[in-house]
């Protein structure tokens, strides 16, 4: 019923740039803080992202300049626009509802929150 579901993933060469999309349906983001997570093969999941619901925007150290979020309200929405990437950007990449966490996330947080299933990013030449 609840759903939060990912997209715009795909193979991309280093330096090249993706546009993920995290659509929510049964219910509406407006006033949720949505981050975004990866996982890398092998690797903990660690907050890349987050937007808050007035507009306030946070970055991981890894990726600010080159990472932009932003979110569409009117489309239930909420964008990653990924620029300059490098293969240590590969990795499975989520979006969560109410979690704005910007390093590795325990196994208890994930339990408690809400992902989506996740969209693969493969940066590799």
């Known amino acids: 019923q609840l759903q939060l579901v990912e997209s715009g993933g795909g193979l991309v060469q280093p330096g090249g740039s993706l546009r993920l999309s995290c659509a929510a349906s049964?219910?509406?983001?407006?006033?949720?803080?949505i981050g975004w997570f990866r996982q890398a093969p092998g690797k903990e999941r660690e907050g890349v992202s987050c937007?808050?619901?007035?507009?306030?925007?946070y970055y991981a150290d890894s990726v600010k300049g080159r990472f932009s979020i932003s979110r569409d309200n009117a489309k239930n929405t909420v964008y990653l626009q990924m620029n300059s990437l490098r293969p240590e950007d590969t990795g499975v990449y989520y979006c969560?509802?109410?979690?704005?966490?910007?390093?590795?996330?325990?196994?208890?947080?994930?339990?408690?929150?809400?992902w989506g299933q996740g969209t693969q990013v493969t940066v590799s030449s």
């Open positions: 969560a509802l109410d979690l704005c966490s910007l390093g590795y996330v325990s196994k208890q947080q994930i339990d408690l929150t809400s």
């Open positions: 049964g219910f509406t983001l407006d006033y949720y803080n």
């Open positions: 937007i808050s619901g007035d507009l306030r925007t």
